[in-house]
């Protein structure tokens, strides 16, 4: 059964510190991994990765994909209260169907 | 870039309602939606998938009598919760697959389903 798997679950942590945010998979077919935001309504896309090893960034946040391990982390760097929220890894299969993870709730406080 | 409108957004009804909930692609033509169902502090979870003129595609333990789905245009979907019960209140998104640029899928802003 393919599975996707976030860690932390939640993680509270201060303004200024920098985050790591994993996710691991069990997939067939795997296409691409996609990182979202999530506040109060829809997802908001970040990242689609493909291919291994190559870092994508955007701002303070970055993230990577080891095809490997099955995994890939999303790193944010000097954290802002404005990046409080759910941040979801999802994979495509090759049938262009959307899996989410579930979930890692980022709180930043002053 | 690709807007997926989803209406309506909130919706309180009483048990036994049918409630209906659209998602329109307003710049483009999507041949696939999705259609999510989460629960709060839980992730996405996939429900089915609907393909423009045919069937919908509905995951496993996902009843199709029960959420009924119709994508009878290449710009909108639409998702009935058939007799809906508290135990269906949920957070219903959903998403249009595009077939170019950056973001393989655009989402809805949700629909917030609360059954008295």
């Known amino acids: 059964e393919d599975k996707v798997v976030q860690s932390p679950l939640s993680l509270v942590v201060h303004e200024g510190d920098t985050v790591t945010l994993n996710c691991s998979y069990e997939?067939?077919?795997?296409?691409?991994l996609l990182w979202y935001k999530q506040e109060k309504k829809a997802p908001t896309f970040l990242f689609m990765l493909?291919?291994?090893?190559i870092e994508k960034k955007s701002g303070r946040l970055s993230s990577i994909l080891d095809k490997k391990e099955l995994f890939s982390i999303l790193n944010i760097t000097a954290t802002q209260t404005g990046d409080s929220a759910v941040y979801l890894c999802a994979f495509i299969n090759t049938g262009n169907q959307f899996y989410f993870g579930t979930g890692t709730s980022l709180t930043v406080i002053p | 870039g690709a807007v997926v409108s989803q209406h309506p957004s909130w919706v309180i009804c009483k048990s036994g309602t049918s409630v209906k909930i659209e998602c329109r692609s307003l710049?483009?033509?999507?041949?696939?939606m999705f259609w999510y169902r989460q629960f709060p502090k839980q992730s996405l979870m996939l429900m089915a998938t609907?393909?423009?003129?045919?069937?919908?595609?509905?995951e496993q333990g996902v009843e199709k009598d029960k959420f009924l789905i119709n994508h009878a245009s290449l710009t909108l979907s639409t998702l009935t919760v058939t007799s809906a019960h508290p135990e269906d209140s949920s957070f219903y998104i959903c998403s249009a697959r595009v077939r170019t640029g950056a973001q393989p899928q655009h989402f809805g802003d949700g629909t917030r389903l609360s059954i008295l």
């Open positions: 710049d483009f033509q999507a041949t696939t």
């Open positions: 609907s393909n423009e003129g045919s069937k919908a595609t509905y």
């Open positions: 493909t291919s291994s090893g």
């Open positions: 997939v067939t077919n795997f296409r691409s």
